[in-house]
């Protein structure tokens, strides 16, 4: 099961969470609302991932293609401190190539400053 | 509590689900640590969607056969269907550098099965494509 959320939203950031299961059966429930939110607002996001317990390739598609749109809008996305297991899915496929990877919520803000 | 684990499933992506949390708690009754039923969890999700997606273009109803099996030191996964020949070890290779460019999902779940898993094999016998995994323990 997936459970998207809005944890908040300003005029310079949205910041969402993910906690769950990104497999099949949640890329499928949330891919929608997830792309609609952030594309809607074209602002720097920061995704929680810190209760995400499972990511499918077809999760990390949907966080890759939303990140390039971000990019588009000269926007970043952030991944905020994914589980172990995971972050060694996202590292697998290379994704810190166009998203950033934070331990925490300071290191985010940190990383989007230097942007 | 057995130390191997035998599974029909019918190539619909229902089936996934159903059958995904058996699997999960055949390998934490048996021990398994928690990357291995991580990392085999991805790959059944990968190799097994692949199988419902492509391995029939003309449709039907098929069945996909999974093993699980214990051995000293390796855990053993075996995926076999009767579908089109598919060794994924031959699937082209997915370039991380092209990340930013054009890029097909699919090549995706494969990549990260081959990443993440010791070892994979594959064979075709008798119509039947014979995938299996190997975890160390």
């Known amino acids: 099961m997936i459970r998207l959320e809005t944890v908040s939203t300003t005029d310079a950031l949205t910041h969402l969470a993910l906690s769950g299961r990104l497999d099949i059966e949640g890329v499928n429930a949330v891919e929608s609302e997830f792309a609609r939110t952030i594309n809607a607002r074209k602002r720097s996001t920061i995704i929680d991932l810190s209760d995400l317990q499972f990511i499918g390739s077809l999760g990390v598609g949907m966080l890759i293609a939303c990140a390039k749109g971000l990019r588009l809008h000269k926007a970043v996305m952030v991944l905020l401190g994914p589980q172990t297991l995971v972050e060694e899915t996202l590292r697998a496929v290379g994704v810190e190539a166009l998203i950033l990877i934070a331990r925490d919520h300071s290191q985010a803000l940190e990383l989007l400053r230097r942007e | ?137």
């Open chain 2, 1 to 137: 509590m057995g130390r191997e684990l035998r599974l029909t499933l019918r190539n619909e992506l229902a089936e996934l689900a159903r059958h995904g949390e058996a699997v999960r708690q055949f390998l934490e009754e048996n021990g398994a640590p928690p990357r291995v039923i991580y990392v085999i969890d991805l790959a059944l999700e990968e190799m097994l969607s692949n199988v419902v997606k492509y391995a029939h273009p003309q449709g039907g109803v098929h069945e996909i056969e999974l093993a699980l099996q214990f051995e000293p030191g390796r855990l053993i996964v075996t995926i076999a269907d009767d579908g089109a020949p598919f060794d994924p070890r031959g699937f082209p290779r997915y370039d991380t550098s092209t990340l930013l460019g054009e890029r097909s999902r699919g090549q995706l779940g494969i990549h990260l099965v081959r990443r993440l898993v010791d070892e994979m094999s594959y064979s075709r016998q008798a119509g039947r494509n014979r995938v299996q995994l190997a975890m160390r323990l």
